[in-house]
Structures are given as structure tokens and as C-alpha cells.
């Protein structure tokens, strides 16, 4: 017999959570669907694990630039106790403190793995689920191994690996300099790891602003990170289980490890849900391609969110949409429900120094025909600036677009930009005119008096 709902959704990670709990919120009766853990990927094995590895060596850095709490740094990080905190931020892989959340709201929780037998209808285990209103997707994505000979039968680590590990390696090797190889490679470092990271493209980061990449790319070599940049591996090896691993690199090099991280990129958790069932298509990619109003394309009654859309792959984006999907399944006036413009999403990536970016850089501005200007100033050098010690290194970068006298992208990099970021993403997605910005006056000394000198720099 089957189980009657208002709402479906499958997948409890960040984007699947808010919209039931937005949903359960305006009284709807709702059922979510979990195959492993309440909070997702970014709860145990992306965000909050990384964060936690990373934010002791970035603050014992941050103390190393000031003198006077340099010298209160008399010893080295303690790992153990470093991993230890990481248990806890992921509560031991253990979502039994996120499960009431879900049973005050009153959403019923099936522990299973979902799979469409119909247009509104999933097989869940044993149960059978009906939804009389809407099915959203909220499945996410995992880490892709990309088919190098070898890679596979090599055993590398992916996020869960490296987020959970519970020793650190003596040598570490890192495939992709995106934000999680750099992420992942700054933390082993920190750890005493020696880590070498090959990225096949000519710079780290290779969507943010050129100089975000170099300032990474100096942070982590001078952690002592090996970089490998356009160094297109042919091959990989682990001759013994539990062994040495080698990377060959298309020039011969050979590059040896004791683990190796595949941070490569994502592939959505589509492949065993059967969406032909529910009368739709996957893309070429096997993401689940929405609309603005988050449906999906020829479905009856079906939305999908986050990671699993391919559209931002990121924990705000995804819940951004969850509150988004729910307003369109509440029927609310469309001025507050539309997906908005993915070019206006925030991001910031912890290395040290950190990046900290929103909406458009200068070379996706000027392919996307946009009449833009650039300005750049150094983060670290205003008053507010010396307070975070000085030599360390950040640069402020505003892309104007002249035509319409707004600001359309913005990039920060230095220690402890991340909290500054959102002054920008209003900046961006409210098209504030300069004019007005100017007006917005940052106080003393903080380090927001680069927005002046950005502004300056610019010509008012
Ligand atoms: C190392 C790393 C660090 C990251 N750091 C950040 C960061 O700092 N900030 C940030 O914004 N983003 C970060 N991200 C990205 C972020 O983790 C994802 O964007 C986010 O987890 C996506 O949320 P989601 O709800 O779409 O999917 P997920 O978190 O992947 O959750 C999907 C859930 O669906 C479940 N599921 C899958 N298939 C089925 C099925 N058939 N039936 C039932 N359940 C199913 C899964 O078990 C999972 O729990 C990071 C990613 C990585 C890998």
C-alpha cells in the first residue's frame, strides 16, 4: 500500500532540508527521503569537515603576523587535537543531533534510497511514497574519477577520504587545483604533509581572477605545496594495496604518494533514480536541468535543487533554491520566486590567503560583451589593513560596467576576506549605481576603506 504526501523530496543534504523544512513551515505534509545521512555531503564531507581542518593553521598565521601574539606561538599545530575537532564539527558521522529538527517540523524521514516508478511516485525501500502536490530532487553529487588508466584501480582518496581522515598521510598527492584540491592541499600542508597538486590547466582557480590564482598559488608554495600546473597526467599506479601510489605526468615526470586526493570536479547522483520513470531527461552530463522556477522540463508536479540542477554547485545556492522551489510549490507571487541570476553567487575558498569572489570576473565580464573596467587595490593597505600585520599579501579588485555604471563582479583575496564579501554580493545583485556606493561610507579603521580607495580608483 502506498503512502500519501503533500511533498517528496529526496535527498536531506542542505538544499533538500530547507525546502521540506520551509514547506512543513505553511503547514504542508511532507516526506524527505535520506539513502545515508540527515545534512548531506556538506555537513559530514565537504563544508564543514574542510573548515574544521583548515581553521586552526589559519589562525596560528594569522597570530604568527602580529606581534605581540607572534611570540605567545611557541609550538607546532596539534594535529590530533585538530582531527579531534573535526569529529565533533561532523558529530562522529553521526546525524542523530539533526534528526529532531526534522520530527519537530513533523516531516516524516525514510531512510532509504529513492528511485522513481512513476510521474509522482518513488520506491523507497519496501514503502511506497505518492505525492499529491510535487517530487523535488535534492540528491546532490559526488566526487568524479576521471577515466585515466589506472586512476580507479588506484584507490584514491576522494572528499569523504580527505575529509575524514583520521591519520595524515607522510605524502600526499593532489589531482585539480579547484577549491577543494586547494583547500584540501593547504590543510595537509599545515598537517606536515609534503603534498604535490597537479592541475591540467595553466593556472589554480581557474574561473577566478588571475591574480586570486597567484596569490593561492604563492600561499600554497610557500607551505611548501608542490604545484604542477598544465601537467596532464597520463597514468596512475599502485602496484600493492596500501602501497606507494605514482601519478605520470604526460612530460614523464613521475610524482609518488602515499594517498591521492581525486578532487576533479562533481557528477550528480542521478544514475539510480530513474528519472525516465518520472517522464523526464537527464542533460548530457547527468544533471537535472531546471528552469528559473527550479521545474524540470516535461516532469508533472517535479522541481530539483541544488548540486543535483548543475547549476552553482554550492551549500547557499542549494538552499537558496530550496526556499525558491517551496515558494513556487506555495504558489507565491513570482516577483519573490524567481531563480535569480546565477552570475550574482557568492563564493569564498579558505585557503590562506583566502578568495573571496561574487558575481563576474574581468574575463567572464568581457566575454559576456559587458563594456567593463577593472580597479584593484591592495586589501592589506588602508589603517584596518595593518591591524591583520603586515606582508600579508590581498588584492581588491571592483569590474565596473561603464555602460551601466554598476558593479558586476568583485574579488577579494587575503587573510579573513570571507565576512566581506556580502557588502559586494549586495553590490552586485542590487545593481547599487557607484554613485550611491559612495555614500556608503565604511568606518574607521576597518578594512572596508578599500570600497573608498576602490571607488577612488575608479574616478569619484
Ligand atoms: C570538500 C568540499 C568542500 C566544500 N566546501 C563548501 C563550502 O565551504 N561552501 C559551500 O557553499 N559549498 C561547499 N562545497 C559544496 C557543497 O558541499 C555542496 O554544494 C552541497 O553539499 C550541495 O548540497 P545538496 O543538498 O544539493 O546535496 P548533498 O549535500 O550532496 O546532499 C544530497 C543528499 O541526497 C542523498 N541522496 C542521494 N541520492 C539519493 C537517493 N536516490 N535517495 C535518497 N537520498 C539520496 C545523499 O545521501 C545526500 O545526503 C564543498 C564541497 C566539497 C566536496
Known amino acids: 500500500m502506498s503512502e500519501s504526501f503533500d511533498v517528496i523530496v529526496l ?49 596560528v598565521a594569522e597570530a604568527r603576523r602580529i606581534p605581540g601574539a607572534r611570540e605567545a606561538v611557541t609550538g607546532p599545530l596539534d594535529v590530533a587535537a585538530v582531527l579531534a575537532r573535526r569529529d565533533d564539527v561532523i558529530h562522529d558521522e553521526d546525524d542523530a543531533s539533526m534528526v529532531p529538527w526534522l520530527e519537530d517540523k513533523g516531516i516524516t524521514l525514510v531512510r532509504d534510497r529513492a528511485r522513481f516508478t512513476g510521474p509522482r511516485t518513488v520506491q523507497a525501500g519496501s514503502r511506497t511514497l505518492e505525492a499529491r502536490r510535487a517530487i523535488v530532487v535534492a540528491t546532490g553529487s559526488r566526487a568524479a574519477v576521471p577515466p585515466i588508466p589506472g586512476l580507479r584501480e588506484a584507490r584514491p582518496w576522494t572528499n569523504i577520504e580527505a575529509t575524514t581522515a583520521k591519520h595524515v598521510p607522510d605524502r600526499l598527492l593532489i589531482l585539480g587545483g579547484g577549491a577543494v584540491g586547494c583547500e584540501m592541499a593547504q590543510a595537509y600542508a599545515s598537517f606536515g604533509a609534503q603534498v604535490s597538486l597537479v592541475e591540467g590547466s595553466h593556472r589554480l582557480l581557474a574561473k577566478e581572477e588571475e591574480f586570486a590564482s597567484d596569490d593561492v598559488r604563492a600561499g600554497l608554495e610557500e607551505a611548501g605545496v608542490g604545484i604542477f600546473c598544465g601537467g596532464k597526467v597520463q597514468e596512475a599506479r599502485r602496484p600493492e594495496p596500501g602501497g606507494p601510489v605514482t601519478l605520470v605526468l604526460e612530460d614523464g615526470t613521475e610524482l609518488e604518494g602515499d594517498e591521492l586526493l581525486c578532487a576533479t570536479g562533481r557528477v550528480p547522483n542521478t544514475d539510480e533514480l530513474d528519472v525516465a520513470a518520472a517522464g523526464v531527461e537527464l542533460d548530457a552530463r547527468g544533471f537535472l536541468p531546471v528552469d528559473d522556477e527550479l521545474r524540470v522540463a516535461g516532469g508533472d508536479g517535479l522541481l530539483a535543487v ?18 525558491q522551489a517551496a515558494d513556487v510549490i506555495l504558489g507565491k507571487p513570482a516577483g519573490l520566486r524567481a531563480a535569480g541570476n546565477d552570475a550574482g553567487s557568492p563564493r569564498v575558498i579558505f585557503t590562506d590567503p583566502q578568495v573571496a569572489a561574487v558575481g563576474l570576473t574581468l574575463q567572464a565580464a568581457q566575454e559576456a560583451n559587458l563594456r567593463v573596467r577593472a580597479v584593484d587595490v591592495g586589501t592589506q593597505a588602508n589603517a584596518g589593513g595593518s591591524f591583520y600585520g603586515n606582508g600579508a599579501r590581498g588584492t581588491a579588485r571592483l569590474v565596473v560596467d561603464e555602460d551601466r555604471g554598476v558593479v558586476v563582479g568583485a574579488t577579494f ?10 557588502a559586494a554580493t549586495i553590490a552586485v545583485v542590487a545593481q547599487v549605481p557607484l ?14 576603506e578599500w570600497w573608498l580607495k576602490l571607488l577612488e580608483a575608479y574616478g569619484l
Open 11 to 59: 535527498g536531506a543534504g542542505p538544499a533538500g532540508e530547507v525546502v521540506a523544512g520551509r514547506l512543513a513551515d505553511a503547514n504542508l505534509e511532507v516526506a524527505i527521503v535520506e539513502s545515508r545521512l540527515v545534512g548531506g555531503e556538506c555537513t559530514f564531507w565537504a563544508c564543514m569537515p574542510s573548515k574544521a581542518l583548515l581553521r586552526p593553521a589559519e589562525a
Open 306 to 323: 541544488g548540486d543535483v540542477t548543475g547549476r552553482v554547485l554550492l551549500t547557499h545556492m542549494g538552499k537558496h533554491q530550496g526556499r
Open 413 to 422: 583575496t587575503g587573510p579573513d576576506v570571507q565576512d566581506s564579501l556580502h
Open 435 to 448: 554613485g550611491l556606493l559612495w555614500h556608503a561610507v565604511p568606518s574607521f579603521p576597518t578594512r572596508s
